[in-house]
Each structure stands twice: as structure tokens, then as C-alpha cells.
């Protein structure tokens, strides 16, 4: 199966595209988006590796599902396009870096910033239907992400993982912890945030702190 995709994940995962499971549900997914308004745009649901290739990888963050409204997915968890309101996380992300950094809150939230500097924002899965969360989860995507993680844990080293929230610290299991990093805490939503289980993580200073200590380039938040 012909997957469009950055050629450096193209040819790690191409097993996974020639699996009965994912012929399954690229059938599913082409149906969905015939019959129904879907996110994001079929151009843009392999965004985030076709904007973090391999070479160049150096975080992740999980996400779950893919936003359900209009114009706002673009294929990189909890990113927005140029000119969408922030969503609620996306609002607790960025008071948390103002707060770890001492930065300004940044004028868009498009993350593509961050994918091109070596952040891979993966959602668990990687397409939903219009104003139905959930609707295509447990048709194969989760599948296809978990082993998207366990490929970079068995061939990469000194990745940073970002593990926000109960779902996305489920998929601890997949990274091997004694060569890899994870950042773990509560996740953005307010439901979580105003319990006191995000803000103060400083995931975003602890992040960079990791990667000066490798040698390796900061993340620019």
C-alpha cells in the first residue's frame, strides 16, 4: 500500500503499512471521509512526521485524538493553523512554558515551529469525524501509533517523550526507559490543570536541560 509520507518514516514503517490492520483501516478512514466531514484534511494526516523526519527527532509528544472542530486540526497534536482561537490545553500549554521560561505567550499556535526543530506530535489517533471525538478510535490507529513508539524506542537513543495525562502515561510501557526519557505529569486540559496537575511540571526547562546535557540543540518553545 502506497502511503504518502516523509520518505525517512517511509521506510521504517512500511511494514506496518502492508499489515492486514492498516489495509483495514485506510478502508474505513476513505470511507468515513467520503461520507462525512472529517479532520483534518486527508493532505494533512501524516503531518506530523512529513514536518519531524527522522534524522532530526528528538522529543514526542502524545496526544490522543485529533481536534473535532472546524479548521482546527492540522495533523499535529494539540496545534492549531494560523488564526484559530487556542483551545483550552493548548491555552494551559502555553501559560506553563510563560511561567517554566519566562517567555511571552506566542501570537498562533501552530506547532509546526516545534515539529521542525525535532518535536514529533503524535496523536494516538490520527483522524476523527466532525464534532464526534472519539469516532475512530480502536479502528487501527492506536495500533499503527504504538508501534510508531516502539519503533523510535528500540532505534533511537536519548529521546525526550512527553507524557501527558493517564492515557498518554499508558504508553510508558512501550519506551525502554533505560535509554530514553520521559517527562511525565497531568495533562493540559483544565480538568486536570486546575487540579494541580500540570502547571509547575516545567516539562519545557527540563526538556532542555536534557538536551544541553547531550550536546544537542534546545528546543526554542
Known sequence: MDVKINPSWKNRLEGEFRKEYFHDLTKFVKHEYQLYQCYPSGKDIFSAFDACPWDKLKVVIIGQDP?????????????????????????????????????????????????????????????VRENLAGSHQKKGWETFTDNVIKIISNEKENII?????????????????????ILSSGHPSPLSANRGYWFGNKHFSKCNSILRSLGMQEIKW
Not at 500549554?93 to 503524535?122: C, H, M, T, Y
Not at 507524557?163 to 535509554?179: E, M, N, V
Open 67 to 127: 481536534y473535532h472542530g472546524k479548521n482546527q486540526a492540522n495533523g499535529l497534536c494539540f496545534s492549531v493553523n494560523k488564526g484559530v482561537p487556542f483551545p483550552p490545553s493548548l491555552v494551559n500549554i502555553f501559560k506553563e512554558i510563560k511561567e517554566d521560561l519566562n517567555q511571552s505567550i506566542p501570537e498562533n499556535g501552530d506547532l509546526f515551529r516545534w515539529a521542525n526543530q525535532g518535536v514529533l506530535l503524535l496523536n494516538a489517533t490520527l483522524t
Open 161 to 181: 517523550f512527553f507524557l501527558w495525562g493517564g492515557f498518554a502515561k499508558g504508553k510508558a510501557k512501550l519506551i525502554d526507559k533505560s535509554k530514553h526519557h
